[in-house]
């Protein structure tokens, strides 16, 4: 359902911000308040379940939480967007979000799974693994590389050039999705899963929004930049 009605409606914040969609918020206290909420809830069902967690367990409950503190704390303010607004209404559909599938991860961890530790040298979760961390490296560096085109002051927009920007328009984008395929491959589990294609329905519509915008802004736009997976879309 999301996945449908994102590809006829481009979420109003960032780039396409609107002010039709109800009251205003400070652009980093949406970003804040979007992404520490799966952290809380993911522990709060983690540490009140009835499971003992393994070595595996914490780390897998390492890397969700590395990506979310980054997300929370770190990303919010690296941007260079002081003074930037987002519906409020839009950081609540991200709390949504995040508090589904914290749920899901955490209850699952906390309740249903306790991985053993051979499962440290399965083929899932060492390829899981490479993906994910593969995944988390793509998405700092291509927002690094977005950051930067703006100096302290800025507002405008630019055309991003280098690293994976080679081939596609939201390689940031493509990071996060390679991200959450390979968490849903390291835990074999229905919530991973589940998290993955949300994610996906998410940010593929949100890449095409973003590819459509450059293309209609710069007339010098790389026109042999894919959306968002390199020379397929």
Known sequence: MVFVALLFITAPYGRHVKATWG????NRLGWVLMEVTGIFVLYYFVFSGINQQSLVNYIIILLFSVHYLNRSFVFPFRIHT???????????????????????????????????????????????????????????????ILIRLRKPGET?????YGRMFKYVSCPNLFGEVIEWAGFAILTM??????????????????ARDHHRWYLQKFENYPRERRVIFPFLF
Do not use: E
Request: aromatic share 16%; charged share 10%; no cysteine.
């Open 23 to 26: 009251p205003l918020i400070d």
């Open 156 to 160: 405008g927009y630019k055309i991003p």
């Open 82 to 144: 002081r003074g930037k607004k987002m519906p409020l209404s839009i950081a609540v559909m991200g709390m949504t979000f995040n508090i589904v599938n914290g749920f899901l991860i955490g209850y699952y961890l906390g309740n249903f799974k306790i991985f053993v530790d051979k499962w440290l040298v399965s083929l899932p979760f060492l390829a899981g693994i490479i993906i994910f961390i593969s995944g988390m490296v793509i998405n700092f560096q291509s927002d690094t």
């Open 189 to 206: 589990s229905l919530p991973g899963l589940a998290f993955f294609i949300w994610t996906f329905a998410n940010l593929v519509p949100r």
